[in-house]
């Protein structure tokens, strides 16, 4: 009987391998065994080429833009490595501009600061780990990108200084295969960086009903913007970089995609913050999973500080025609006010829509933490509104 077991067994996993092999299904370790035609793999790096181990470019003055990368022909980008000295806070990843341009596009399909592009917010510096995209050891400075970038006619690389002051170290590898002819299926890679302080409203910011009876959003017109697209494509994920001024959870945000046009409410609408990230019930915990987690967490009261979640839809990705317009709410209701900062992945067909001007170095800098003595500031202001009484504690209820 165990026998026949084995055999059976051993002939559904045959039938099942065979089938994925006529079937051509993708799978990373699969494609690893095979065999490729025409395909030579490239390299362009910021090695030394007098042959000495100065392998970097020096130097590079504020305000100057710097081509890393510029290539004729067809091929993929499948691997980039980044590392920038000096690192954070000396230095702020935040400032230094990323894009890139496909098949002679004199607009770029990627713009977003370095640092959150690679999944690094703000000024800091701390080691991250995802499937297409890592800031390495040491401390988060080594960046690296494994998304795949196809071009049929060529690609340009380049970033722009917007520091301040001199980057004294920048090295790099842009690893990539030469093709004869890109296949006509392939989608442009795009990234898009997205920054707002949003407003809270006018009775408040009733998170969790705490001030009384909750609004409804029945539009999303208010949300944050994520990303707003033309053409053909697919999403494929995004990192949230948010700063909370409060202790109170800063995600009952429902996310909403509006695929091809669509009105309210969309065809994916989703029931809250956490639960898009794969989570659950407000959590504060750093977590580690290829497709999502959280790369760092705050080390305050509640939720109070800065936060780091993203979710990449590798397995999922969501499809569209024409457009798409993705976005999620502040707050149940677009209630909070939080300093928020996103990086959204896609792949599309070309031409595509024209991104809106880079936000400026002084709105790009992240709001300044909340300190305890702004906490003892608040205290004060809330005995001066309950009669200064001398014994006040401090979570009294209403009277």
Same mark, same amino acid.
């Given at each position: 009987?165990?026998?026949?077991?084995?055999?059976?067994?051993?002939?559904?996993?045959?039938?099942?391998?065979?089938?994925?092999?006529?079937?051509?299904?993708?799978?990373?370790?699969?494609?690893?065994?095979?065999?490729?035609?025409?395909? =030579?793999?490239? $390299? *362009?790096?910021?090695?030394?080429?007098? !042959?000495?181990?100065? %392998?970097? #470019?020096?130097?590079?003055? /504020?305000?100057?833009?710097?081509?890393?990368?510029?290539?004729?022909?067809?091929?993929?980008?499948?691997?980039?490595?980044?590392?920038?000295?000096?690192?954070?806070?000396?230095?702020?990843?935040?400032?230094?501009?990323?894009?890139?341009?496909?098949?002679?596009?004199?607009?770029?399909?990627?713009?977003?600061?370095?640092?959150?592009?690679?999944?690094?917010?703000?000024?800091?510096?701390?080691?991250?780990?995802?499937?297409?995209?890592?800031?390495?050891?040491?401390?988060?400075?080594?960046?690296?990108?494994?998304?795949?970038?196809?071009?049929? =006619?060529?690609? $340009? *690389?380049?970033?722009?200084?917007?520091? !301040?002051?001199?980057? %004294?170290? #920048?090295?790099?590898?842009? /690893?990539?295969?030469?093709?004869?002819?890109?296949?006509?299926?392939?989608?442009?890679?795009?990234?898009?960086?997205?920054?707002?302080?949003?407003?809270?409203?006018?009775?408040?910011?009733?998170?969790?009903?705490?001030?009384?009876?909750?609004?409804?959003?029945?539009?999303?017109?208010?949300?944050?913007?994520?990303?707003?697209?033309?053409?053909?494509?697919?999403?494929?994920?995004?990192?949230?970089?948010?700063?909370?001024?409060?202790?109170?959870?800063?995600?009952?945000?429902?996310?909403?995609?509006?695929?091809?046009?669509?009105?309210?409410?969309?065809?994916?609408?989703?029931?809250?913050?956490?639960?898009?990230?794969?989570?659950?019930?407000?959590?504060?915990?750093?977590?580690?999973?290829?497709?999502?987690?959280?790369?760092?967490?705050?080390?305050?009261?509640?939720?109070?500080?800065?936060?780091?979640?993203?979710?990449?839809?590798?397995?999922?990705?969501?499809?569209?025609?024409?457009?798409?317009?993705?976005?999620?709410?502040?707050?149940?209701?677009?209630?909070?006010?939080?300093?928020?900062?996103?990086?959204?992945?896609?792949?599309?067909?070309?031409?595509?829509?024209?991104?809106?001007?880079?936000?400026?170095?002084?709105?790009?800098?992240?709001?300044?933490?909340?300190?305890?003595?702004?906490?003892?500031?608040?205290?004060?202001?809330?005995?001066?509104?309950?009669?200064?009484?001398?014994?006040?504690?401090?979570?009294?209820?209403?009277?």
């Amino acid at each position: 009987m165990l026998n026949r077991v084995v055999v059976t067994i051993f002939a559904i996993v045959s039938v099942l391998s065979g089938a994925v092999l006529a079937q051509g299904v993708d799978s990373a370790l699969l494609d690893l065994a095979k065999l490729q035609d025409d395909v =030579k793999s490239k $390299r *362009i790096s910021s090695f030394d080429r007098s !042959g000495g181990n100065n %392998d970097r #470019f020096e130097n590079i003055p /504020d305000g100057e833009r710097r081509t890393l990368f510029e290539v004729s022909g067809a091929g993929m980008i499948n691997h980039i490595w980044i590392t920038i000295a000096p690192p954070p806070p000396d230095l702020s990843r935040n400032d230094i501009i990323l894009r890139m341009y496909w098949d002679g596009s004199s607009i770029p399909c990627v713009e977003s600061p370095i640092g959150p592009f690679f999944g690094q917010g703000w000024d800091e510096s701390y080691n991250f780990s995802s499937l297409p995209l890592a800031a390495g050891p040491r401390d988060g400075r080594g960046l690296v990108s494994y998304f795949v970038m196809p071009f049929a =006619k060529g690609a $340009r *690389i380049e970033v722009e200084n917007d520091t !301040g002051r001199k980057i %004294d170290a #920048f090295y790099y590898y842009v /690893d990539y295969v030469e093709l004869e002819e890109l296949p006509g299926e392939m989608g442009r890679f795009h990234a898009w960086y997205n920054k707002e302080v949003t407003e809270a409203l006018p009775d408040g910011e009733n998170e969790w009903s705490l001030l009384g009876p909750q609004g409804k959003n029945t539009t999303g017109e208010n949300n944050y913007l994520i990303a707003d697209l033309e053409g053909k494509g697919h999403y494929v994920g995004f990192i949230y970089f948010v700063i909370s001024p409060s202790p109170m959870w800063y995600g009952e945000g429902d996310d909403m995609f509006f695929i091809d046009g669509e009105s309210w409410p969309s065809s994916l609408h989703g029931t809250g913050t956490e639960d898009y990230f794969n989570t659950s019930w407000s959590p504060n915990e750093p977590f580690t999973h290829p497709f999502y987690g959280y790369g760092r967490v705050n080390d305050d009261i509640g939720w109070l500080g800065r936060t780091h979640v993203y979710r990449f839809h590798v397995t999922d990705p969501v499809y569209f025609d024409k457009s798409l317009r993705f976005s999620i709410e502040h707050g149940h209701n677009n209630n909070l006010t939080l300093d928020l900062a996103t990086v959204a992945y896609w792949y599309q067909s070309e031409p595509h829509k024209t991104f809106p001007p880079m936000i400026d170095k002084e709105h790009r800098k992240p709001m300044p933490s909340i300190e305890v003595v702004d906490i003892h500031r608040w205290r004060h202001e809330w005995r001066k509104n309950r009669g200064n009484g001398a014994k006040l504690w401090g979570n009294e209820p209403e009277e």
